[in-house]
């Protein structure tokens, strides 16, 4: 995969990453505007000396409620039908007020009917506050509405602090509440319609952002084919080229053999008796083990950069000097192998030296093998680049997935509640 393609992944990645991270935060922080109440209790046990006393921290204020303080006595709904009843919802629900009381806060159970009817029952029996709690253990208090409930004050806490309320209360035990204004909490603009954007918008990101790579790598994808064809059509006619040189064996008394004949350019090796040399049509002479590779990968001469296809006329127009006819990266990786076979060859044969190879600026050739493409390679390239994008897109859509599941939860949990 080149370079552009990881920066763009890169990219695409870190703004899903950042997206999933800022999301859900924004989700649990999507609410309007309430007050939080403070709640002090205050339990007198029977036969107890000092009375016990706790706060609860975390109620909140309805969002049709006076933000006032208000004091008194607690006191739940009497039973119906000899069964409890806890959520003040039924018409016949009642109240057993003392005589010496003048305050008293209705505590409730939240369900099975509106927080407005929860409420005008209490206040149509002079409750000055309702409190109720909450009926699911693991949630937070919401912004209960209520309009049209009057002047009554409406708080909520949590259910695990309801129940504790109410386990005193069915024992008969006289339990004081005062209720405090708290903090004022700001609005917070993330909603329903600001998911179906974010929604919509981050969907369009990856259907471009995918549209992206999958024509990336299709572009690829036809480049290297094209190249492949390229690179078959130039081997063969390499080969064909190389099969019309002439050859022939350098004999005693032939001029390759005098000392002062130029050396072979590739090996930098004079001539010996029974050496198998290629003539190239510009007359330079080269040994046929060391200049073939050479052809097969070039199609030019070492010393003149002849192009033998033109000058044969097999392949009349089209240039192969600054064409390589093999991947690179397969060349990289064979001249790495070329080199350490040369320095085992240096070892067991000290008539071949490399620093004439280096001096020259020829790169060590690969052997004949090694200019036959793998078979499977680009199959096996492609696979992993496909691999990639599915892999990507699937966590795209995981993410997603994710991000409208936990910010619905949290529309669900912290939005304001009718019931």
């Known amino acids: 995969m080149s370079g552009a393609a990881r920066a763009g992944l890169a990219r695409l990645a870190a703004l899903t990453l950042l997206t999933c991270s800022l999301w859900p935060a924004r989700a649990d922080?999507?609410?309007?505007?309430?007050?939080?109440?403070?709640?002090?209790?205050?339990?007198?046990?029977?036969?107890?000396?000092?009375p016990l006393t706790f706060r609860?921290?975390?109620?909140?204020?309805?969002?049709?409620?006076?933000?006032?303080?208000?004091?008194?006595?607690?006191?739940?709904?009497?039973?119906?039908h000899g069964v409890a009843d806890h959520l003040g919802c039924d018409p016949q629900t009642r109240f057993l007020v003392p005589p010496n009381i003048k305050q008293w806060i209705a505590l409730l159970q939240r369900g099975n009917c509106t927080f407005k009817e929860k409420i005008s029952r209490a206040a149509f029996h002079n409750a000055v506050a309702v409190v109720i709690y909450n009926n699911k253990s693991?949630?937070?208090?919401?912004?209960?509405?209520?309009?049209?409930?009057?002047?009554?004050?409406?708080?909520?806490?949590?259910?695990?602090?309801?129940?504790?309320?109410?386990?005193?209360?069915?024992?008969?035990?006289?339990?004081?509440?005062?209720?405090?204004?708290?903090?004022?909490?700001?609005?917070?603009?993330?909603?329903?319609?600001?998911?179906?954007?974010?929604?919509?918008?981050?969907?369009?990101?990856?259907?471009?952002?995918?549209?992206?790579?999958?024509?990336?790598?299709?572009?690829?994808?036809?480049?290297?084919?094209?190249?492949?064809?390229?690179?078959?059509?130039?081997?063969?006619?390499?080969?064909?080229?190389?099969?019309?040189?002439?050859?022939?064996?350098?004999?005693?008394?032939?001029?390759?053999?005098?000392?002062?004949?130029?050396h072979c350019a590739v090996c930098i090796e004079s001539y010996k008796q029974n050496d198998v040399v290629r003539i190239l049509p510009c007359k330079h002479v080269f040994h046929k083990s060391c200049v073939d590779p050479w052809l097969s990968e070039h199609c030019t001469c070492p010393m003149c950069k002849l192009n033998i296809l033109k000058a044969l006329g097999i392949v009349p127009n089209m240039p192969c000097t600054d064409n390589v006819a093999f991947d690179m990266e397969r060349l990289t990786r064979t001249q790495a192998v070329n080199r350490r076979s040369a320095l085992g060859d240096l070892a067991s044969d000290s008539s071949l030296?490399?620093?004439?190879?280096?001096?020259?600026?020829?790169?060590?050739?690969?052997?004949?093998?090694?200019?036959?493409?793998?078979?499977?390679?680009?199959?096996?390239?492609?696979?992993?680049?496909?691999?990639?994008?599915?892999?990507?897109?699937?966590?795209?859509?995981?993410?997603?997935?994710?991000?409208?599941?936990?910010?619905?939860?949290s529309l669900n949990a912290n939005e304001v509640e009718w019931f």
């Open 353 to 409: 030296g490399l620093e004439p190879l280096r001096t020259s600026g020829i790169s060590p050739l690969p052997q004949d093998g090694e200019l036959t493409p793998r078979t499977g390679e680009i199959n096996i390239a492609v696979t992993k680049e496909w691999f990639i994008i599915a892999s990507f897109g699937l966590l795209s859509a995981l993410t997603l997935c994710y991000m409208i599941i936990r910010a619905t939860a």
């Open 138 to 262: 693991k949630e937070e208090p919401v912004t209960m509405t209520h309009p049209g409930t009057g002047d009554i004050i409406a708080v909520m806490i949590t259910e695990l602090r309801g129940k504790d309320i109410l386990s005193y209360l069915e024992k008969n035990i006289s339990v004081q509440m005062t209720i405090a204004v708290g903090t004022r909490m700001p609005p917070r603009n993330f909603s329903r319609g600001s998911l179906v954007f974010v929604s919509i918008s981050f969907i369009v990101l990856m259907i471009i952002s995918s549209a992206w790579l999958i024509f990336y790598f299709i572009q690829k994808i036809r480049y290297t084919n094209a190249r492949d064809r390229n690179q078959r059509r130039l081997g063969d006619a390499a080969k064909k080229a190389i099969s019309k040189l002439t050859t022939r064996t350098v004999k005693k008394g032939d001029k390759e053999t005098d000392p002062d004949f130029d």
């Open 56 to 80: 609860i921290d975390r109620g909140r204020y309805g969002l049709d409620s006076p933000k006032a303080e208000v004091r008194g006595q607690v006191l739940a709904p009497l039973p119906l």
């Open 29 to 50: 922080n999507a609410s309007q505007e309430y007050y939080t109440a403070l709640i002090n209790v205050t339990v007198q046990e029977p036969g107890r000396g000092a």
